[in-house]
Structure formats: C-alpha cells, structure tokens
C-alpha cells in the first residue's frame, strides 16, 4: 500500500530511481530515522497521503521530523501521522465541532494538505489566544486525531518550524545519493551489498513491492523499474551509486 506512493511522474530509469533514492537519503541522513524505518512508516500512511495530495518530499519530510523530535519512528509513526490526515480529511461530527470551537474553519481544514506545518501553526495560535492549559491542549487533540493521532499530532503542534524545515530540506534533495556515495569513496561490490541490506531490512524490496505498485497504477514507470531489476547483474554501475548511498543511509542513522 505505502509504496504506491511511490509514483513520480519521471519517464527515464536513472531519473526514476535517483529521485526516490536522494529523497529517501537526505531524510534519513538529516534525522536518527533510517531507510527502513521510512519504508515502514511509508507502508502504513502512503496512500492516505498520496490521496490527500501530499508530495513524497513532504510525507518523507514529515516522517524524518516525528522521528527525530518525538521519537515515533516505523509503523508508529506512519499509523500515527495516517490518523492525522485521516481525521483532516473527513472530521467526525465531533471533531468538527471541536475545531470550529477554537476557531479553525472549515477552509483551514481543507487547505491543511497543502500546508501541514500552516495548519498546525494556526491551531497553536488559536489554542494560545484562548488560553488553553495543557490539559484542555491534550483533550483538544485526542478529540480531533482520536488516540491513534494524537501523539503524532502533539509531535507536528510542538515542531512547526523544524517541519517547515525537514519538508524544504528533502524537497531539495537532488544529488544526495551522490553526495554520500562520494563520501564512502567505497568498492562497487560494497555499496551492492549494503543496498541489498538496507533494502531487506526496510521490507521494501523492488521486486515485491515497488514494481507490482507500479505496474498496477504506472505502466510506464513500471516498466523502467523493472527493466532496472533486470539490468542488476549486467550493469552493476547504474546503481551502484544508488546502493551505497541508501546503504550508508541505513548504517549511519542506526549509529
């Protein structure tokens, strides 16, 4: 489910795999989540987010953040944030009522997708204005994010800025494959096996999960994915680069 949301809209197979890779390794390498830790939480809350239009770089953005200032990592951290975002998306009754109590409106709600950190920054400033405790604070957000969203949500209320920040970051994260990979100044058969590693752990293998999503909802993208699984014993070289990156992701955000 989570790696449907893998899809961008890139036609060539270097492209392609470069531009989840250098996501996947700036989010990683910015925060203590690792590659597989991502690959669960993508599991859990990708096609929540892909339908609710949040972009890859934001989701991944996102995720790195929880992490790393609440410590919610893994499936926790995707169920999480796919109750937050699920709630946004179609409020209870309930839920409605109580955002609209502390002035949210329902065109604050509609816009959140398109600026998580925007929203959680004015449901700060709307709690703050009425001085709500922290006990009203607490019972506001199980109220609206039920008890599966809350904690994740209190982690995005906390953290508006570093949010802002971890979502530009992996945005711009062209070239960080590369940029790691050339720090490694490591062995081609090194890098291979480190990203076969990652891959393993992170449960994510392009094999069983990437190419099927693809195929079913990106045929042309499938296919170059595909044709990638192919080429791997005869041009080790194309992804090597890929390999060592998403590896040393893995290894260096478990230290």
Same mark, same amino acid.
């Given at each position: *489910?989570?790696?449907?949301?893998?899809?961008?809209?890139? *036609?060539?197979?270097?492209?392609?795999?470069?531009?989840?890779?250098?996501?996947?390794?700036?989010?990683?390498?910015?925060?203590?989540? @690792?590659?597989?830790?991502?690959?669960?939480?993508?599991?859990?809350?990708?096609?929540?987010?892909?339908?609710?239009?949040?972009?890859?770089?934001?989701?991944?953005?996102?995720?790195?953040?929880?992490? *790393?200032?609440?410590?919610?990592?893994?499936?926790?951290?995707?169920?999480?944030?796919?109750?937050?975002?699920?709630?946004?998306?179609?409020?209870?009754?309930?839920?409605?009522?109580?955002?609209?109590?502390?002035?949210?409106?329902?065109?604050?709600?509609?816009?959140?997708?398109?600026?998580?950190? &925007?929203?959680?920054?004015?449901?700060?400033?709307?709690?703050?204005?009425?001085?709500?405790? #922290?006990?009203?604070?607490?019972?506001?957000?199980?109220?609206?994010?039920?008890?599966?969203?809350?904690?994740?949500?209190?982690?995005?209320?906390?953290?508006?800025?570093?949010?802002?920040?971890?979502?530009? *970051?992996?945005?711009?994260?062209?070239?960080?494959?590369?940029?790691?990979?050339?720090?490694?100044?490591?062995?081609?058969?090194?890098?291979?096996?480190?990203?076969?590693?990652?891959?393993?752990?992170?449960?994510?293998?392009?094999?069983?999960?990437?190419?099927?999503?693809?195929?079913?909802?990106?045929?042309?993208?499938? @296919?170059?994915?595909?044709?990638?699984?192919?080429?791997?014993?005869?041009?080790?070289?194309?992804? @090597?680069?890929?390999?060592?990156?998403? &590896?040393?992701?893995?290894? #260096? @955000?478990?230290?």
């Amino acid at each position: *489910e989570g790696v449907e949301f893998l899809r961008p809209d890139i *036609e060539q197979r270097g492209q392609f795999i470069e531009s989840i890779g250098d996501r996947l390794a700036k989010a990683a390498n910015m925060s203590t989540v @690792s590659v597989a830790n991502l690959g669960e939480s993508l599991t859990e809350v990708g096609l929540v987010a892909r339908t609710a239009g949040m972009s890859l770089e934001q989701t991944l953005g996102t995720l790195a953040m929880m992490g *790393e200032k609440g410590g919610l990592r893994g499936s926790k951290a995707g169920t999480g944030l796919k109750a937050v975002l699920s709630a946004i998306a179609k409020p209870s009754p309930k839920s409605a009522n109580a955002l609209k109590a502390v002035g949210l409106t329902d065109k604050d709600v509609a816009g959140a997708f398109a600026d998580l950190p &925007g929203f959680f920054e004015k449901m700060q400033s709307k709690m703050d204005r009425l001085h709500m405790t #922290t006990t009203q604070r607490a019972k506001l957000l199980f109220t609206v994010f039920q008890q599966e969203g809350a904690g994740a949500a209190a982690t995005l209320l906390k953290n508006v800025d570093a949010l802002r920040e971890y979502n530009r *970051e992996v945005k711009n994260a062209d070239g960080a494959l590369t940029t790691v990979s050339d720090a490694l100044d490591q062995t081609t058969e090194w890098k291979l096996k480190k990203f076969t590693a990652a891959v393993d752990e992170a449960k994510i293998t392009l094999a069983e999960k990437l190419a099927p999503a693809l195929h079913r909802n990106l045929p042309v993208a499938a @296919s170059a994915a595909a044709s990638a699984l192919d080429m791997l014993g005869d041009n080790l070289g194309t992804i @090597s680069v890929l390999g060592g990156a998403w &590896g040393a992701s893995l290894a #260096t @955000s478990a230290v």
